[in-house]
């Protein structure tokens, strides 16, 4: 029976975490530890999201076994299935379970079928992290399949939390680590993937990124953000006909960014037949993310796109065909949510304190 009492407990206690300002991981992981408390879950994946792409990026996994991950990516962006990750971004509570989805015909789910079953699992109860305008992350609890389906009661109390768990992940988006890292590599790396998803080669400087991607130690199979772009770039090339190069970036652990790009072999005839970029990523690719993370306006990120480019008052009104006394409210909104008081303080919060300072010298 759903104990409400505890349920208002542990949403409460859950809340709290989101506002404490914690790491991405450690954030996830202890809300898990709560969430546990009220509802029965044998095993998860709770990962971050790009907002800008819609791909997963860092991986927190339990009891979910590795061989299962490329079975999984292939059903998400490959196969026709209910409850995607894509299709509850748009619904209104951004939560649903698979048997609610399915209307209780678990069976008809191709990822039931093919995925959980084998692996001894029942229902899974998906939600999207979404703070009302863009996703932070996903979540995904199993249950075996003798326990009992997720119930409505359950539903709800997670949806509760998405928009509060949402905001404790892009708020760790903004956390920095200025004065860490003055060493690190700046080459780009590179892997070379079959179809499978299976890693055939890498550069020295490939399997250095791919160490510095928090996930990497804690599991022998590639960080879950390879699987992801590399599945995108077969379920776009399958659907236009065209190789496009899907794109995520990640977090690093000591908080920099690294950008991962996806694109076709062009030999036809090789065994490895997807490249995996993997670079880091500079201010310009960085921004956007951030200004989503500090929840400026569309209007209010392209006054800070022409701020970034030395554009003085009266140039971004001409551009934007505004005047500059309406530019100079946006400017007090954008500083107000940034924490700044001026335009040079702007520009270092975007540039020094969340590139500059983990960038090599």
């Not at 991405?24 to 990962?47: E, G, H, T, Y």
């Not at 209910?82 to 399915?102: E, F, P, Q, R, Y």
Request: proline residues 3%; aromatic residues 6%.
């Amino acid at each position: 029976m759903f104990d409400y009492r505890r349920a208002a407990n542990v949403r409460a206690a859950i809340i709290r975490l989101s506002q404490e300002g914690l790491d991405s991981r450690s954030l996830r992981a202890q809300a898990m530890r709560k969430l546990r408390c009220v509802i029965a879950v044998d095993s998860f994946w709770f990962a971050t999201a790009d907002p800008e792409t819609l791909l997963f990026t860092d991986s927190l996994v339990e009891n979910i076994p590795e061989a299962a991950t490329p079975l999984v990516v292939a059903n998400e962006l490959l196969q026709d299935d209910g409850n995607k990750w894509v299709h509850l971004a748009a619904t209104k509570s951004h939560v649903d379970s698979l048997a609610s989805a399915t209307k209780g015909h678990l069976a008809s789910s191709t990822r039931y079928r093919d995925v959980l079953t084998p692996l001894g699992f029942g229902d899974e109860l998906r939600a999207v992290l979404h703070d009302g305008h863009s996703a932070w992350g996903f979540s995904c609890l199993h249950r075996g399949w003798s326990a009992s389906n997720f119930s409505g009661d359950e539903m709800r109390l997670l949806a509760s939390l998405v928009p509060h768990l949402a905001q404790g992940l892009r708020s760790a988006a903004l956390l920095s680590h200025v004065g860490q890292a003055e060493q690190e590599e700046s080459k780009p790396g590179l892997l070379l993937l079959a179809d499978d998803f299976s890693l055939m080669a890498a550069t020295p400087a490939g399997e250095y990124w791919l160490s510095e991607i928090s996930e990497a130690r804690r599991r022998r199979e590639l960080p879950h953000v390879i699987y992801g772009v590399a599945g995108r770039l077969l379920a776009e090339s399958d659907s236009t006909g065209k190789a496009a190069i899907p794109r995520a970036r990640v977090q690093l652990r000591n908080g920099r960014w690294l950008t991962v790009h996806a694109s076709r072999m062009t030999r036809a005839n090789a065994v490895a037949s997807i490249a995996i970029i993997l670079e880091p990523a500079g201010p310009l690719e960085i921004a956007p993310l951030l200004f989503g993370a500090y929840g400026l306006t569309s209007r209010e990120a392209e006054i800070v796109r022409l701020v970034l480019c030395g554009i003085a008052t009266a140039g971004i009104a001409a551009e934007l065909s505004i005047s500059q006394a309406t530019v100079q409210q946006h400017l007090k909104s954008i500083f107000d949510k940034t924490g700044v008081g001026s335009r040079r303080e702007l520009v270092a919060q975007i540039f020094a304190s969340h590139y500059r300072g983990r960038a090599t010298v």
